[in-house]
């Protein structure tokens, strides 16, 4: 079936500091990728998608490029401020009961201290 | 972009009672709506796909009867949680499918999520 890995947090940086969270998928067919974010207190936010291999998807400094080579949509971004800290899910999208359905990973809680 | 609101976003009950969440597409005519369940420091877990005008469809192991989905209208649908129980207390979000879609892939908006404590 589908499903989707990512990194285990809680990951803590400095603010500026480079960040990475990996995401690997598995899937049947040519699913949507996505990465949200989810605030303290809060829904999740969409933050970025790609539908299609070597896509780049970018929002907010964020980018991630869907690779379907290694099954990935690794999230990045140069230089993290506090205000990002938050949790951050990876999905996937398919068809099931005649519409389309997510797939999360467990998500990362990312804290930036200043 | 496209906005879902839903109301409550904190409720308190006593449990055996029954609980309504309203899940309201604002800006936009959802014919797809998604109830999610999330347990702390873990991720969403889908509990039923929901669409306007037809009976949802529960994922498995989600009881059908205890936890009632209506999806009324385009913009709106409800999720009832009945003789709620301290172990249904958790953080409830919905999200919705926009009608148009692009190239057939899809893109949810989600609720800022309701709370339920039963005590």
């Known amino acids: 079936g589908n499903s989707v890995t990512q990194m285990e947090g809680p990951v803590t940086l400095s603010e500026e500091a480079f960040l990475t969270i990996n995401c690997t998928y598995t899937?049947?067919?040519?699913?949507?990728l996505f990465w949200y974010v989810q605030y303290p207190g809060e829904g999740l936010q969409l933050l970025l998608k790609?539908?299609?291999?070597?896509d780049k998807g970018s929002n907010k400094g964020f980018e991630a490029t869907y690779r379907k080579e290694t099954t990935s949509f690794h999230l990045e971004k140069g230089s993290v401020q506090v205000s990002d800290s938050a949790v951050y899910f990876c999905?996937?999208?398919?068809?099931?009961?005649?519409?389309?359905?997510?797939?999360f990973g467990k998500g990362t809680k990312l804290s930036v201290i200043p | 972009g496209a906005v879902v609101s839903q109301h409550p976003s904190w409720v308190i009950c006593k449990s055996g009672t029954s609980v309504k969440i309203e899940c309201r597409s604002l800006?936009?005519?959802?014919?797809?709506m998604f109830w999610y369940r999330q347990f702390p420091k873990q991720s969403l877990m889908l509990m039923a796909t929901?669409?306007?005008?037809?009976?949802?469809?529960?994922e498995q192991g989600v009881e059908k009867d205890k936890f009632l989905i209506n999806h009324a209208s385009l913009t709106l649908s409800t999720l009832t949680v009945t003789s709620a129980h301290p172990e249904d207390s958790s953080f409830y979000i919905c999200?919705?499918?926009?009608?148009?879609?692009?190239?057939?892939?899809?893109?949810?908006?989600f609720g800022p999520g309701t709370r339920l404590l039963v005590l």
């Open positions: 999200s919705a499918r926009e009608r148009m879609t692009l190239r057939g892939q899809e893109t949810q908006y």
């Open positions: 899937a049947t067919g040519y699913p949507s």
């Open positions: 929901s669409n306007e005008g037809s009976k949802a469809t529960y």
């Open positions: 790609a539908t299609k291999a070597d």
């Open positions: 999905a996937l999208s398919h068809s099931g009961a005649g519409s389309y359905q997510l797939t």
């Open positions: 800006d936009f005519q959802a014919t797809t």
